[in-house]
C-alpha cells in the first residue's frame, strides 16, 4: 500500500447544462481554487498535477495539459493527463494518490473535468468511422440491450429503475453542486417520461454536464498541517478486459468483481454490505444501481433489485448508495468517476452538507467506463489505516 | 402614417445647435476618446451618464469624474423584432437600460445581440444581468451614438475544427469486408479457446494471441438481447428501431445490428433471425451489404441457450 | 526508491507509408514478441500512451488492449500522452505496490491517416492560439529562430543534426532510411528545412519493467543486462510561446537535475526538429563527448506517442546489449519542448 495517502481538499464546480461564463481553464481553475482553499493551500505549495477527462472530442482540444500546464500552476512541474474513458476521474485520481503512497510527491493536486457544452457528447463519444463493423446509437443504445439482459436474468421487476431515478433525484435536492434538481420528483414524473432507448426512460439515465472537481492528496506530514479533516485511501485498485470476446458477462463484468474483491482486500473489508458506511457508485442509467449491487459484492447474484425495492440503498437506509444525487444527477462525464471519488472522501471526512450520511467512516468510491469494461474504485476512511 | 412620402417635413436645416455645459461635455468629451465616465454625487453615489445635479436631491454633483465600464450589466430591456427607420439598426435589437461597472445608475442605448432576421424572436440569452460592452464608431463626434451599440460581453468563441483522415480497416477487418463483399460472413477461430470470432479482428482479445484459422458462418442466428431506440439516428431508418445483438449460427460472440421486418413491441430474446442483404448489384466491401436483420419464422430458442451470450 | 529496471525493449520496423494495418495489429507481433522474449504471458501492471485524434476518433486505447490479452481483467490504465509517460506512471507504482513486480509499458500511433501538424496544432489554447491556424512546425520554426538568434548557431549546423541522425538512422533496421540532406533541401518553415523536421511513421513499441527478484529471472533468460532506473522526472513549462523564451528549455533542465543526467555515455533524445537537440545539449548539460541519438532519433522515424518511449527503449536498449553503461532517455510533449521528461539508466 505504500506511505499513507489522505485527501486534505476538495473543490466542485456547480454542475449545469451550460457553463457560458467561463473558458475552459476558468471552469479548472474553479474547482481547483476551492480545493486549494479546503486545504488552505496556494498554487505554489503543490508539487505536481494529475488532470483526466474523457474524449477530448468534446471541447476539440487534443492533449489539453500543454495548454492547461500555467492555468493549473504547473509552470516547473510534473503534469500528466489520464484517459481510461468513462472510468477516467477514478483513475485519474488513483495515479494523483500513486504519487504520494510512492513517496515521489508531497501534495498533487487533481482535476477532472468535462465541458460538454461546447460540442454534442452523442457526437464526441461515438463519432462515426468508415469501417464500422457495428451499430452503436449512443452510450443508451449501447447499454440498455445489457440491462434487458439484466432484467430478464434475474427477474426484476420493471419499476426498479424508476426507484433509483427517483431516489438519487431526491438526493441531489440535498447537494447544492448537482445539476438536476426536479422537486417532487416521484415515480409518476418519472414514468411519464418517453423511452429514449427501451427499457432506459428519459429521466431514467444522466443529464449532459459542464463541470470539474478537483482533489489535493497528501502525505501525512503534509495532511498534519491541513486545516480540515482528512479522508485516507484506504486502497485503490484499477481493472480493464476487452470489449468484445466469446463468452464475455455483459451484464455482471469479471473486472468489476476483480476490481471490487483487489480494493475490498486492501482495506481489510469482508462483506462491503455490513463493513462500508455508504457508497457513490457510477450509475448512469438507473437500472445500474441493481448490477453494480450484485456485481461490487452487497448482496448475491439476482438480489440487487430487492436491496433497491427494500429502500437499503435510500438516504436513510442502512446502505446509502450516491447522497450527492450521483451521476443521474450531475454528469460531466471525465470528471464523474472523481466526483464519486470525491463525494466518498466528503462523507468520511464529515463534510458533505446537508447530504451527510451521520456517523461515515469508510465509504466506497467507483466509476466505470467503455462498454462496462474498464474499473476504477477506491475506499476511504476517517482513520488512517 | 400611411403615404409612403410624407406631404410635410418639419426640419430644421443644419440640425440644432446645442451648447452641453460642463458635465456633459465632460462626458461627450471623454466618450469621444473612447472612455465612459460617471460623476460622483454627494452621498457617494455615482451617475452614469453625469448629470449635473444628484437626481435623488436637487443637490449639485461634485466635480469628481470617475471612469466606469467598459463592461455594464443589462438592468431592463424591450426588444424590437421589427425597427423602424429612425431606429439605429435595420435588424432587430433591444433597448436596455445598462449600468456600467462602478456606476450607480444606468445608461439607455441600444444593445446588439447579433439577431440578424428581422421579425426574429427575442433570443433567450438576452436577460436582466447580461454582461455587456459599448461598441464604439470609428469615427468619434462628441455624440452619444459614438457608442454604436453595447453588445454582451464576448462568452463564447464558435472553433470549427476539422481534420482530414484515411482511416484504414487493417489487415484483419479487410478480408472480412472482402468476405462481405461477396456475400460471404467470415471469422477466426481460435487456437486456444476454439471459439469462433465474427468479425475476425486477427487476434483473440480473451486469449490475446494471432488468430489466422479461416471460418464462414451463417447470415442466420438469434438474437440475444436488444434495444428499442426512440432517438433518431443517421445510420438508423426511422424511430422506433431495434439494435440488437446477434449471435450468427456458427459463431460464438454477438453482433450488434439492427433487427427489422418486425414491429419494434415483437422482437424478443431468442428470436430467429437472418441477413436481409441488399441486391448483389448494390454490394461492396461494407456492412451496409446487409440493410438488417429480419425474423426467419422459426420458433424462438430457449433462453438458457443464450444466456451465457449475454 | 525501490529499484526498478527496463528488461525488455520491443518495437515495429516503422513505416513511412499506411502498410494497411490497425493500431491493434501493429501493436500485437511487439507485444507477443516481448512476452515470449521474456517469458511472461501476464503483466502486474500494464498502461499505455496514444492520442485519440491521431485515429480520429474516441477511445483509441479500447482495440488496442485486444491485443495484450486482457483475460481474466488486467490492473491497467493509460495516458493520453506519449508511452513515455506511461512508463512513468509504472514506475510510480512499482514504487509502493509490493504486488506490482512486473510492468507492460507501450506507445503506438498510426500517424499515416491525418495531418500531425495540424492535429497538433488544435492542441494549443483554443483561445488565442488554435484560431489562428498555427501549426506545430510553424511553432517549432519560431523557437529554432529564437535560439539560432540567441547563441549564434547558423542553419548548416541545424542540416549537421540532421545528416548525422540520417546516417545513424540508415543503420538502424527499424528506422526509415532516408538520404542524406540535400544541398538545396527546400525551407518547410524556415528556417527549418524538410531535414530539420522529424519525419513521421507508423509504429508502435513496448517495454517490460521489472523489480526484485524478477529483474534477475528475467535477465537469465534474455541474456540482457537489465538497465535500472536510475532517476526519472518530468516537468512542464508555460503553455503560450510568447510568455517564455522559448530559446532555452527550462522544463528540461529541471527534469535532468532530478532525474540526475550526469556522466551519460549516450543520450536518447526526443528531438522532433533539428534544433531542439541544441537546446536540450544546452539545458541537459550534455558535452560533447555524449553521444547523442546513434538510433538516428526522432529525425530518422518518430513513430507519433511512441516516440518518447523508444528513446528510452533505445537508451535501455544500449545498456543490455552491453554497449554503454549510463544513458539517458527523454521524451517532450507539447508545442515547442513544453514539457520534458528524463530518465537515466545505468547497468
New interface residues.
Partial sequence: ???PCAVIGIGQTHYTTKR??V??AGLLREAAGRALDDAQLTWADIDAVVIGK????F?????????????LG????????????GSVGG?TA??AA??I????HQRVLTVAWEKQS?SNATW???????????????A???F???I??YM??SGAPDHIGMLVAVKDRENALKNPYAHLKIPGISREIVEMT???????RYLETCPSSDGAVAMIMASEDAAKKAPNKPAWVHGT???????????????S???GK??AA?VYRQAGIADPRRELDVAEVYVPFSWYEPMWLENLGFCGEGEGWKLTESGVTAFDGDMPWNPSGGVLSSNPIGASGMIRFAEAALQVRGLAGEHQIEGARRALGHAYG??A???AMWIVGSEKP | MSQSSPNHVLEFPGGYTRSVGPVIGRFLSDLRDGRLVGVRTRAGRVLFPPLEYDPDTGEDVTGEFVEVGPVGTVESFSWVPEPLSSHPLDRPFAWALIRPDGADTAILHVLDVGEFERGAKQPKRLKTGLRVRAEFRGDPKGEISDIKAFRPEVSMINSPTRLEYDLRPGKALDRFFEGVAEGRLLGHRCDVCGKVIVPMAGLCAKDGVPTTEEVEVADTGVVTTFAVNNLPDPRAPEVPFVSAYILLDGADITMLALVAGIPADQVRMGMRVKAAWKPREEWGPTLTNIRWFEPTGEPDVAFETIEEYL | MKDVAIVAFSQTRHTAEDEGLNETELLLPVISEIKEQVGISRFDFTCSGSCDYLLGSPFSFVSALDAVGAWPPISESHVEMDGAWALYEAWVKMQYSDEVETALVYGFGKPSQTSVRQVLGLQLDPYYLAPLGVDQVSLAALQAQAYLARSGAKEGDLTAIAARSRAAGRENPFALHLDAPADDAPYDVAPLKVHDVAPQADGAAVVVLATGDKVREISERTGLKPAWIRGIDHRADAHSPGVRDLSVSPSARIAGEKAGAVNVEVAELHTQFSHEELILREALNLGDDVKVNPSGGPLSANPVMATGLIRIGEAAARIHRGEARRTLGHATSGPCLQQNLVAVLEA
Wanted: charged share 20%; proline share 10%; glycine share 10%.
Fill in positions: 500500500m505504500g506511505n457560458l461564463d473558458s475552459i474523457a474524449p477530448d472530442m471541447e476539440g482540444v487534443p492533449m489539453p495539459e500543454a495548454y492547461l500546464a500555467d492555468a504547473a509552470t516547473g512541474k510534473p503534469m500528466m493527463r489520464v484517459h481510461t474513458a483513475s488513483i495515479v500513486s504519487m503512497q510512492s513517496g515521489v461546447e464526441a463519444l461515438t463519432v462515426n468511422k468508415p469501417h464500422n463493423a457495428s451499430l452503436v446509437v449512443g443508451g443504445g449501447y440498455a440491450p445489457h434487458r439482459a430478464r436474468r418517453p423511452m429514449l432507448w427501451e427499457p432506459i485498485a484499477m481493472r480493464s478486459e476487452p470489449i468484445f470476446f466469446a463468452g464475455r458477462d455483459t451484464v463484468p469479471q473486472g476483480d476490481c483487489d467503455g462498454g469494461q474498464f474499473f
